[in-house]
């Protein structure tokens, strides 16, 4: 299948009708480039929805119809959307049209009015989707039209054990044609019993009365085979049922498992809390005793200036009590002698001259004594607050390393409140998520999955059991068969002649069944390895290998077997060589449409998986982002490349349109 | 008679809203040990800045709260006063001393509340002023 053309119309983002033509009849290398929200994804989905008429958002559920009808298109009240695809297939050309028509906004009445055309050279067909399904079928389709972004999902069908890879294993197989010879055994033992019961037939006809009888007795026994077959067709899809319930339970019992690790985490962030919430602690006593003595750091500056004025203040009043001092002692010395009346130098008795001058002194000095107890008491503590001061200075003298502690100190206090601030986020976040657990569901899980290991073990058995009695029933039927050997005609011969070879041919399907499953494997395994070396960038990988369950593996140069999960960075990039060596072996042809290849590969990877592209299919079609796919990396690709459109959205009225796409926003 | 040079007397008094600041600081977040700590340190940094203070705080109710020894048990700050003013009363300083210390416990407050009460930066901011850097 090779697509040429594309016709959107009222399809998501698509208002009224757009068109993607691929250059040269579709073959060859197209790049559809377009930012986040252009409308990349809507484009590959509308080629599935066209396929199969369901497409599904990234999270696994349906997108409904009223979601896909473009907003404007709704808003004028046309209900119509479709797609239309001109393809190639087997050299003919075919026109595949979906539409759906509603008279009501309204999912149902979407769905109850879709309608499905396919033409093949102009000719109408009858049942299209059975004709779609056998040219892609829909449960590989995921192989071809590849969602960059799902890696994850291939990735989660890789996991061991599971339903998922259960899945991933039927739909390889079947991607690799292997189903259809299995179908052909089917079909060859429904022809053998068809023959065995002409041959019985005839028995009855013309065998006598116990022979009669016999083929009864091996209709009857062929009877009891088919209904024993069925029994056995339910009981191994009822087992089937419960290992997936079993995984499913086993899997929400891992979740609880990690819910009680969860638990415990959040104990030990709480006991590492308190300690970090210690530590806090004797870090802010350190602070605030750090902090009784800012002021005095606060106030050095002003201490400084302020010194001198105190030291002068107690100059002076210092000078005042000494002069009060002295005139007192003056005042009384100056008294005795007036009173005495004797000259303290001859001893003679004093001129009364000199004594008014001795009272004149008195009074001055009194006077002045007058004045000066008017002041106030001289307060000595003045002396101890320059002392005091002057202790202030000294200690603050160290300013510099009082300040370094002070930083030292808020800043170990600032990271341990951020460490304690992230802990009580964890912490938090920790026990919201541990809250929406129900403890008691893991009880109930554990003796759920012991139910039906239980039952599993029972229908085990009763399989044994069936597949034993099937056996049995089997070899009655030959013997009662070769108890009609002495039957002879012609008609029988011819049968019996049929009915051996039919034998013949089913056991060489037998062995070819599984030497085609392996063979298949190992071409799967050998594409992949080839694509792995040509995309890898680690030199010590050389290739990979793909076990029964196309469980894969990577294979280093000394020959060691790595797990994905030992490679992580590389799970991507194997997922992505296994879906190329798919498409390589495939019995199918169909495009390969990549929407977002790289949006989660490296760039070294990129470039190795797009030099790579043109081996990959006939057709590939890359709908990449400007961040994903630069200018210089159209280099490696260049002369392969056929198209290049650019999907731009010009908002609500005119939707996305299709646009040639130019190079460095000029050349075409 | 009473020497103009005389040490605070008396008790220091703070509003309800200081007080509630300086708990907030001290008991509720464990900044600061003690609330004296932060009405020292307010004081200090309105005296430094020699702030006006607002009428609406000066007048403002206040309660005793503190003896001047605990307050004040070196003398520093009295001597700070003393020598800035020299010529009104030891109360009046007093009362001087507890408007600059509502002022600066509304500032360590504000700057708390903002998330800028880094003591490093402000001290170090102080001290080089200081020292003409």
Not at chain 1, 99 to 110: E, G, I, L, Y
Not at chain 1, 175 to 192: H, M, N, Q
Not at chain 1, 304 to 312: A, D, F
Not at chain 1, 340 to 366: F, S, W, Y
Request: charged fraction near 40%; proline fraction near 2%.
């Amino acid at each position: 299948m090779i697509i040429r053309k594309i016709e959107l119309l009222n399809f998501g983002p698509y208002y009224d009708k757009k068109i993607v033509k691929f250059n040269n009849g579709g073959y060859g290398i197209h790049i559809i480039h377009g930012d986040n929200g252009q409308g990349k994804t809507t484009l590959q989905n509308a080629i599935l929805w066209a396929l199969y008429g369901k497409i599904y958002h990234r999270n696994g559920t349906e997108i409904k119809p009223t979601e896909i009808l473009n907003y404007k298109a709704r808003d004028d009240g046309i209900y119509m959307f479709g797609v239309k695809i001109f393809f190639e297939h087997e050299g003919r050309r075919w026109i595949l049209t979906r539409k759906m028509h509603a008279k009501t906004f309204h999912n149902k009445s979407f769905n109850t009015n879709m309608k499905l055309h396919l033409t093949k050279e102009g000719e109408p067909l009858e049942n299209p989707q059975l004709r779609i399904n056998r040219i892609i079928p829909p449960e590989v389709s995921r192989f071809f039209f590849f969602d960059g972004e799902m890696l994850g999902k291939y990735e989660m069908l890789l996991e061991e054990d599971s339903p998922g890879k259960r899945e991933l294993k039927n739909s390889i197989e079947k991607i690799l044609g292997i189903p259809f010879v299995s179908t052909a055994k089917s079909d060859l033992e429904e022809l053998k019993k068809k023959y065995e019961k002409e041959i019985r037939k005839i028995f009855s006809k013309i065998g006598d009365k116990d022979d009669v009888e016999i083929a009864r007795i091996i209709d009857s026994l062929e009877n009891e085979i088919d209904e024993k077959k069925k029994s056995l067709e339910k009981i191994k899809s009822q087992i089937k049922k419960i290992y997936d319930e079993i995984y499913e339970k086993k899997k929400k019992e891992a979740e609880y498992e990690s819910v009680r690790k969860k638990v415990m985490e959040r104990d030990d962030l709480e006991k590492k809390l308190k300690d970090i919430e210690k530590e806090l602690e004797k870090l802010k006593r350190k602070r605030g005793d750090l902090l009784k003595d800012i002021y005095k750091y606060t106030l050095s500056p002003l201490i400084k200036i302020k010194i001198g004025y105190v030291s002068e203040l107690y100059r002076k009043e210092f000078e005042k009590w000494e002069r009060k001092t002295l005139l007192e002692n003056e005042i009384i010395r100056i008294k005795e002698q007036i009173e005495k009346n004797i000259c303290p130098c001859c001893g003679r008795e004093m001129d009364p001259k000199k004594i008014a001058v001795l009272r004149e002194e008195l009074k001055d000095k009194e006077a002045e004594l007058e004045i000066l107890s008017k002041e106030p008491i001289p307060n000595m503590s003045i002396e101890h607050m320059k002392e005091r001061l002057e202790r202030v200075l000294k200690l603050t003298e160290n300013a510099d390393e009082y300040l370094s502690e002070l930083k030292r100190v808020e800043e170990s206090i600032y990271l341990i409140e951020a460490r304690i601030a992230e802990k009580m986020k964890k912490i938090s976040d920790l026990s919201e998520e541990i809250s929406k657990s129900d403890v008691d569901e893991v009880k109930k899980l554990e003796i759920e999955i012991r139910r039906l290991a239980a039952e599993k073990g029972r229908l085990e058995k009763e399989r044994e059991d069936l597949e034993i009695s099937i056996e049995d029933l089997k070899k009655k039927k030959l013997e009662y068969m070769s108890r009609l050997s002495h039957i002879q005609s012609n008609e029988v011969k011819e049968l019996k002649m049929r009915v051996e070879y039919i034998n013949y041919i089913l056991n060489i399907f037998e062995e070819a069944i599984e030497k085609y499953r392996i063979k298949k494997r190992q071409e799967v395994e050998k594409v992949s390895s080839e694509i792995f070396r040509k995309i890898k960038t680690k030199e010590g990988f050389v290739g990979l290998e793909i076990d029964e369950n196309y469980g894969l593996w990577i294979i280093t140069k000394d020959g060691a077997r790595l797990g994905l999960e030992s490679s992580a960075g590389e799970e991507q990039i194997v997922a992505f060589c296994l879906i190329g060596a798919l498409n390589k072996c495939s019995s199918i042809d169909a495009p390969v449409f990549m929407d977002t290849p790289f949006g989660r590969i490296d760039v070294k990877h990129t470039e190795n998986i797009l030099k790579y592209l043109p081996e990959l299919s006939k057709q590939v079609v890359l709908l990449v982002t400007s961040r994903e796919f630069k200018e210089e990396d159209r280099e490696y690709i260049a002369e392969h490349i056929q198209t290049e459109l650019k999907l731009m959205n010009h908002g609500y009225k005119e939707g996305t349109k299709i646009e040639y796409y130019k190079k460095n926003g000029g050349e075409k | 008679m009473v020497s103009a040079i005389d040490a605070f007397s008396g008790q220091f008094a703070a509003s309800e809203e200081a007080k509630r600041m300086m708990k907030e600081l001290t008991e509720d977040t464990g900044i600061f040990s003690q609330m004296s700590d932060v009405w020292r340190w307010g004081a200090a940094l309105a005296l430094l800045r020699n702030v006006d203070v607002d009428e609406k705080i000066s007048k403002q109710k206040r309660t005793t709260i503190y003896a001047i020894d605990t307050i004040d048990p070196e003398g520093i700050f009295s001597a700070i006063m003393l020598s800035l003013f020299p010529d009104i009363s030891p109360e009046e300083r007093r009362k001087k001393l507890e408007d600059y210390a509502e002022w600066g416990i509304r500032e360590i407050h504000r700057k708390y509340k903002n998330g800028t009460l880094n003591f490093y930066k402000i001290l170090s901011q102080i001290l080089e002023e200081s020292r003409g850097v």
